[in-house]
């Protein structure tokens, strides 16, 4: 069975369920944390020096590729930055790595995303970092509407009920987008993908999601998890 190690920016995150619900025991993981406090700069500038030492952990615990999740963690200074960083996983670890920044570049890049509707958990200083982000990879931001969280626990506080609404308003504040991306790997998204497309009518590409595909990917596996979106439903 393939391993893959992931890197959290909290210090105590487990297993994440939709990682058990995409790949069932198809799919082994080993992980640990960073100790991230907030989603700012600052507070990912407090962790990042940690980084290394935690690749090197998860190789020592027999990950076969690893995975730095944290999407504003690893888009919050650019794409070199987040280039950098993956670098720097690799150095530590001696093994294949990959972003969640990556993982929903790739997916957008898949589905076909051009003009995207982005619903974020962020405050807005990190808006404009994600804003800057896409613009990089060739994509247009239509709207990027955050939340304002910026403690990593308040993202606990909101329901799939709240993400799917959300999700929804996004969209409809952006008619002319072909896509809608929910960012924050604290979200739990998996299941709201097929019903916002169904409500929104485009392609939903989403952090945890869409960071786990690339991650299987990077281990030989297809990434398809048949009935969660439009993306994870190829290959299956």
């Known amino acids: 069975m393939p391993v893959l190690g992931l890197i959290f920016p909290p210090l105590n995150r487990g297993i994440p369920e939709e990682g058990i619900a995409m790949y069932g025991d198809r799919l082994q993981y080993v992980y640990t944390g960073l100790g991230v406090e907030s989603m700012t700069p600052e507070g990912f500038n407090a962790v990042i020096a940690r980084v290394p030492a935690a690749a090197e952990k998860l190789a020592a615990a027999g990950a076969e590729a690893i995975e730095l999740t944290g999407t504003s963690l690893t888009f919050y200074q650019g794409e070199a930055f987040n280039q950098q960083l993956r670098k720097a996983v690799v150095d530590a670890s001696g093994l294949p790595a990959t972003t969640m ?74 008619p002319d987008a072909d896509s ?37 990917r990077l281990v030989g596996m297809s990434g398809a998890a048949p009935g969660y979106g439009t993306l994870l439903s190829r290959g299956a």
Not at 192 to 198: K, W
Not at 202 to 207: D, E, K, L, T
């Open 101 to 174: 920044s990556n993982g929903v570049i790739e997916g957008l890049k898949e589905v076909g995303a051009k003009r995207v509707a982005v619903a974020t958990a962020y405050n807005d200083v990190v808006n404009e970092r994600l804003r800057a982000f896409l613009i990089e990879h060739d994509l247009t931001p239509l709207v990027v509407t955050g939340m304002g969280l910026e403690a990593i626990t308040a993202v606990d506080s909101v329901t799939q009920n709240d993400l799917l609404e959300f999700g929804t308003r996004v969209r409809e504040s952006a």
């Open 180 to 216: 809608l991306l929910l960012s924050c790997g604290g979200f739990r998204t998996l299941e709201l993908l097929a019903p916002l497309e169904a409500r929104t009518g485009v392609p939903v590409i989403s952090s945890m999601p869409h960071g786990l595909w690339a991650g299987a």
